[in-house]
Each structure stands twice: as C-alpha cells, then as structure tokens.
C-alpha cells in the first residue's frame, strides 16, 4: 500500500490521531488527510512538521462567518480559515473542498476567491450522493441537494471561477476516447479504481471498493484483510454499469459511477436520471454561453 | 555517508522506492523511483557500508569495468547528496 487517505467524521477527533499518523507515515506511506480544519491543536502542528501529510483537504463549509453560523450553528469560520493560513505558512501541500449546497451556494465565489488569495486549489462539487446508508433504504432521494437543475447551473458557475471559455468549451467537446467501444448495447465493467487498485475501510472495519459504495461490504476484523480485499475485488469485477452509458459520447465527462448508480436507484445497471440530466444541461449552459463566441474565433 | 533518516526505503511492486517522510517531505513532497542499482546502493548504505565497500560488492556482482562502476556510483550519490536524501 502507497497512497492512504484518513478521513471522518473529522479524524482529528481522535485523541490518538498524531500517534496513529506518525506511526503510519513512519511506515512509508503517502497520506492525505481529509478534515474541516476547526481542530488543528499546536501538537498537531508540530507532528505536522515533523512529518508533512503528502496534503492536507479542507472542507470549507462557507465563505463567511454568517454561513457557518447558519449552516454548521457555531463560529468556526475565522477559526477554519485562520488554520488554513498557518497550515499553509508552515508549507503544507492544501487543498480545499467544498460541498455547494442550497444552504452556501451564496458563497460559491467568496470561497474562490479566499482560494486564489491564499493560492490554494478549490475543488468544489455540486452533486450530492443520496446518503443511503444514513437514509435507510431510500436510493435516490437526499433531502437537501439541488435540483439537478440547480446542481448543474452551480457547476457551471464553479468552473467559470478557475476555467476559461475556452476550457469551459473544450470540457465538453467530444475526443476520440470519448468514442471508443461504445456499443450501447451491454453494460461496461467499472473502470475506476475502486476495488482494482484502491479499497476503502469504514470505520468499524468494513472493507468496500471505495467509500460512497453504500453496501455492506466485508469485515477485516472477521476475516483475513487478504480475504476481504479479495472478495471487494471479486465484486468490483461483477459489477455492471448501465448499457446507455456505455454508448454515450458524455461518459468521460459524467459522474455517473457504479457507486452513484446505486446510490441513485439501488442498481448499478439503471442510469442514474439526476445525473444524466445534470451532466446534459451543464453542456447546454456552456454551449449557450460561450459556444457562438469561440466557434466563431474557430473560422476567422 | 548515511541516507537521511526521514526517508523510507520501500521495494514496491519490484520497484525501489524512496518515500520522504521526515522535515525533508516540506521540499520533496511525493516520491523517488530508483534504479536497480540505486536500490542496491541505498539498501548498502543504510546498513552502514562505505562508499569504498559498496563498490568491491558491486564489482563481485556486476561485471562492468572498475573505473566505470565508481563513475557511476560517485554520480548517483552526489545527486542523492544534492537532493539531501543522503548526508555526507
Ligand atoms: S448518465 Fe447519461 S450522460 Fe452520463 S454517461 Fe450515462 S448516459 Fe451518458
Ligand atoms: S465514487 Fe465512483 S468513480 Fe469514485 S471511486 Fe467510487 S465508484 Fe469509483
């Protein structure tokens, strides 16, 4: 194992964390860590010093002290962000993530900008998977996402924050890989890395191709991880995506996964509807926006 | 002539593998594919071996002309020098 990602809940909960992660970078590992950034101690600091994360993701709930007090009912802003800062004078390698959301989307650009300021990348995302296994049983349905209008507006407008027209545009042109094998007629097996090369591990020990697989998945305290990663790899390579996206020119560009399929209907074989559309009307918007002004360029 | 202790040697897949882990991981954040040969010589120094011994245990190995192998040698651990994964 090479690459590992720690993430929560917020890891830094843990009274053991600096332990836990000095130990495992001591082993050789690259590590990336995930966390909201309200519980970084001086300890903490320190151990990061020692031993930089190979990066550091910080969800960054809003772009002012007035939506984090809306959004997560306390005042973590000037907190989060000043952390940000000292993490980063102290050179650690950042990133920043942000969820877009009915509740900060007012935001989208404050939290850009703070990026830019701070030369630190934002990677901001407007699709939210149906928390299943929060849920129960109820695929498909997230109470406080957008509409897959909404969600596809926003996500244009991210973009528009670090893309030019001109990238915008080439996002969504057709290459030839777009093209390749595309029957429409059976199903591809999935190609990321879940369960190829990549496993996820749940808190309570449960091993799943990756983290937004909303399954059971197998113990690794109940059999051995040899075993479990196995049997994830097994169901990983049984695993079927949907027959229409197999021949659709907008795959490389769409988020439609095995993991959102079933988060969306339950089955990795029906194409999620949410997602499809979301990933049409963003094209749409583009082309609307900026397509005349570059075809244009195009014939001069 | 010791390698730097906040790197990580690890043979991946076959490969030999650098990882800093240390201080040094501000600067050099990510990882240092090595040749075969590099291996050899990183795997040596970490035990303590000289630069005069690795070579007399590379030339039992490899059969390459002295002059050539300490070219070699000498160029692979000054860049290692440069790059501080190795200390004088
Ligand atoms: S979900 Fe729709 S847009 Fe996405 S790959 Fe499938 S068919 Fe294409
Ligand atoms: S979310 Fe989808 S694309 Fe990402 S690792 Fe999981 S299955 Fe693969």
Known sequence: ?300 | MKTNKGVIYRNIAGEHVLIPVGSIAMDKNGMFVMTELGGCIWQMLEQGTTKEEIITALLEEYEVEESRLRADVEDFLQRMIDAKLIEE
């Open chain 1, 1 to 300: 194992m090479l690459f590992l990602l720690l993430t929560g809940g917020e890891p830094f909960l843990r009274a053991d964390f600096a332990r836990i992660y000095t130990e495992l970078r001591k082993m050789g590992l690259m590590i990336s860590i995930n966390t909201n950034g309200s519980l970084l101690t001086d300890e903490l600091m320190e151990v990061f010093r020692q031993y930089p994360p190979t990066r550091v993701n910080v969800s960054l709930y809003g772009g002012s002290a007035q939506t984090y007090r809306d959004l997560c009912r306390n005042a973590a802003y000037e907190t989060v962000t000043a952390n940000i800062r000292r993490m980063k004078e102290a050179g650690l390698s950042l990133k920043i993530n942000c969820s877009v959301t009915p509740y900060n989307v007012q935001d989208i650009e404050k939290i850009f900008d703070f990026g830019k300021e701070n030369e630190i990348p934002v990677q901001a995302t407007t699709y939210m998977y149906p928390p299943v296994r929060i849920n129960g049983e109820k695929y498909g349905t997230a109470p406080d996402r957008f509409s897959w209008e909404d969600a596809a507006k926003y996500l244009v407008l991210c973009r528009e924050q670090y893309l030019t027209p001109e990238q915008l545009m080439y996002g969504i042109t057709q290459t030839e890989e777009d093209t390749l094998d595309c029957t429409g007629e059976t199903g591809m097996p999935m190609n990321c890395r879940a369960g190829r090369t990549a496993f996820w591990v749940t808190w309570d020990g449960r091993m799943l191709p990756c983290g937004m697989f909303p399954n059971e998945g197998y113990s690794v305290r109940s059999m051995k991880f040899e075993e479990a990663w196995q049997k994830v790899r097994d169901y990983t390579a049984s695993i079927m995506m949907p027959a229409e996206c197999s021949g659709c020119s907008k795959r490389e560009k769409c988020a439609a996964c095995a993991a959102a399929c079933i988060a969306e209907s339950g089955d990795s074989t029906i194409k999620p509807e949410y997602i499809c559309n979301m990933t049409q009307r963003q094209e749409d918007l583009i082309k609307q926006k900026y397509g005349r002004g570059i075809r244009s360029d195009e014939n001069k």
